[in-house]
C-alpha cells in the first residue's frame, strides 16, 4: 500500500470494516468524526485522493457512494447496496441519510441504467407500463431527462406539502412541462408545469425536479 498515505490507508482499513461489519460504506460524515477533520469536506478530499490513486470509485449525489476497486471477493460483495429512498426533505440531496428508508442487497448491474437508489412504487398511475403499487423500482440519478421517459420528479404533496417521488412521464417543450401518468382512468391527468413565470427575478421555488430517471424493477413476491 506505498501509494497511500498512513492517513489515507487508515480512511481506506476503515472503509473496510465498515462494509465488514455493516454491509455498507460509511458516509463522508462518518468518516469526519472517526477521523476528526472538521468538516466533511476533509473527508472529501482524503477519498478524491484516494479515488485518484485508484484503489476506490466516488459515486456523485450518494451519501454512501464509495466502491472499492481492490479488494477481495468477499469484501466487494458486501458493496451491492442500495438506499430505499421514501420522503424527501426539503432542500436535500436525494440519498442524504435524511431521505433513506432502508438499505436493501441489491447489485445496482441488475438495472439499466445502473441504479443509484431505490424507491417503492405507491399506487397505480403507472400499471399501463407494467409498474405497479408495491414494486421497488431502480432508479438512475441525473438532473435531466430525454422525451418519453420516465423519470423520478421530486414534487411537494398536495396535501401535506412535503417533498415526495413520483413516476411519470417526462415531456419538455420550451419551459413547458408535461408529467403523463400511464393510466388511462378518468382519475389520472397529466401534471402540467410551466416554468416560464418562475424565471428572472422570481424568488419561486421550482415546483419540481428530476431525481432521476426509470431503470427497471423488482416485484416483491406475495
Given amino acids: 500500500m ?25 458516509t463522508r460524515e462518518d468518516i ?31 451519501a454512501r457512494g464509495i466502491r472499492l476497486l481492490k ?7 458486501h458493496q451491492f447496496e442500495l438506499p430505499l429512498i421514501g420522503s424527501i426533505a426539503a432542500g436535500t440531496p436525494i ?8 438499505w436493501l442487497r441489491i447489485d445496482p448491474e441488475l438495472f439499466h441504467p445502473r441504479a443509484d437508489f431505490l424507491h417503492r412504487v405507491a399506487g397505480h398511475s403507472m400499471k399501463e407500463a407494467n409498474i405497479l403499487d408495491g414494486d421497488i423500482v431502480g432508479i438512475h440519478a441525473q438532473d435531466d431527462a430525454d422525451n418519453g421517459q420516465i423519470v423520478a420528479a421530486v414534487m411537494p ?4 406539502g412535503e417533498d415526495e417521488i413520483t413516476l411519470k412521464r417526462y415531456f419538455r ?6 408529467l ?25 421555488q421550482t415546483p419540481f425536479r428530476i431525481a432521476g430517471v426509470y431503470a427497471g424493477l423488482i416485484r416483491p413476491r406475495g
Avoid: C
Avoid at 95 to 102: G, H, I, K, P, W
Fill in 2 to 26: 506505498s501509494d497511500l498515505t498512513q492517513r489515507q490507508t487508515e480512511i481506506l482499513d476503515f472503509i473496510r470494516s465498515q462494509l465488514r461489519d455493516t454491509g455498507f460504506p460509511p
Fill in 32 to 62: 469526519a468524526r472517526q477521523f476528526g477533520f472538521s468538516s466533511k469536506t476533509g473527508a472529501q478530499d482524503h477519498l478524491m485522493a484516494i479515488a485518484r490513486k485508484g484503489f476506490i470509485e466516488l459515486v456523485p449525489g450518494n
Fill in 71 to 77: 479488494e477481495d471477493e468477499v469484501l466487494l460483495s
Fill in 95 to 102: 440519498t442524504a441519510e435524511t431521505n433513506v428508508d432502508t
Fill in 157 to 160: 404533496h398536495a396535501k401535506t
Fill in 173 to 178: 417543450r420550451g419551459k413547458k412541462i408535461t
Fill in 180 to 204: 403523463k401518468p400511464e393510466n388511462s382512468a378518468p382519475a389520472y391527468k397529466p401534471l402540467e408545469i410551466d416554468l416560464a413565470p418562475l424565471e428572472g427575478d422570481s424568488q419561486e
